[in-house]
């Protein structure tokens, strides 16, 4: 028995082959776009963690500026606290030398207000007590300056008259009114003196 094809199964076999050859395309698609996916993804997953990193250290950054910033203000806090303090008690050694002179003192005014008192134990007591002071004050750089017989010098003493002296060299201290005081060096007091001049 002879089989005949249908006219009408042919159009349907085109359909089918077209069905298929658009599928295939559309894999084929999908396949090639597939790796084009997966790297994209992975250049985002690295993106991704490039931008934790980055905010980490950002993070990490912050912190340590505001440590920084804290311990800047803590060692500016105890400088003011030591300038204070050194304001305040600097000069306490000072003092503490300077408290037995004054000890000597009071000791010596009362022994010459006591009935018999002997006016030479008193001057001796005195004498003991002024070398105790200038003993302190060279302890902590203070040094008299006394410049009688030396050239007046402007710079240390301060002239209180000028007094013709024959037998001098012109613009030599002579007299000594009051002694002169330098700490470190630095003048804190000048000599007030009487220097000769060349007679007229």
């Known amino acids: 028995?002879?089989?005949?094809?249908?006219?009408?199964?042919?159009p349907e076999n085109d359909i089918n082959e077209e069905k298929v050859e658009e599928?295939?395309?559309a894999e084929q698609v999908a396949i090639e776009e597939e790796p084009q996916s997966e790297a994209a993804a992975g250049v985002v997953a690295e993106?991704?963690?490039e931008i934790e990193k980055l905010q980490s250290e950002l993070n990490e950054a912050k912190e340590q500026a505001m440590r920084a910033a804290a311990e800047a203000q803590n060692?500016?806090?105890r400088a003011e606290q030591d300038v204070e303090k050194a304001h305040k008690f600097g000069v306490e050694k000072f003092v503490s030398d300077m408290l037995p002179v004054a000890d000597n003192l009071v000791r010596a005014v009362e022994a010459s207000a006591a009935e018999a008192a002997d006016l030479a134990s008193v001057t001796e007591g005195v004498e003991l007590t002024l070398k105790s002071l200038m003993d302190a004050l060279q302890?902590?750089?203070?040094e008299q300056v006394n410049?009688?017989?030396?050239?007046f010098n402007p710079e240390l003493h301060q002239a209180m008259t000028a007094v013709p002296q024959p037998d001098v060299e012109p613009n030599t201290v002579i007299n000594v009114y009051?002694?002169?005081?330098?700490?470190?060096?630095?003048?804190?007091?000048?000599?007030?003196?009487v220097v000769s001049k060349a007679p007229e």
């Open 47 to 49: 993106l991704e963690a």
């Open 75 to 77: 060692v500016r806090r």
């Open 139 to 142: 302890r902590h750089k203070v």
């Open 23 to 25: 599928q295939v395309a």
């Open 1 to 10: 028995m002879e089989m005949r094809v249908s006219n009408h199964d042919q």
């Open 147 to 151: 410049p009688e017989g030396e050239p």
């Open 178 to 193: 009051q002694c002169g005081y330098t700490l470190n060096g630095r003048l804190v007091r000048p000599a007030m003196v």
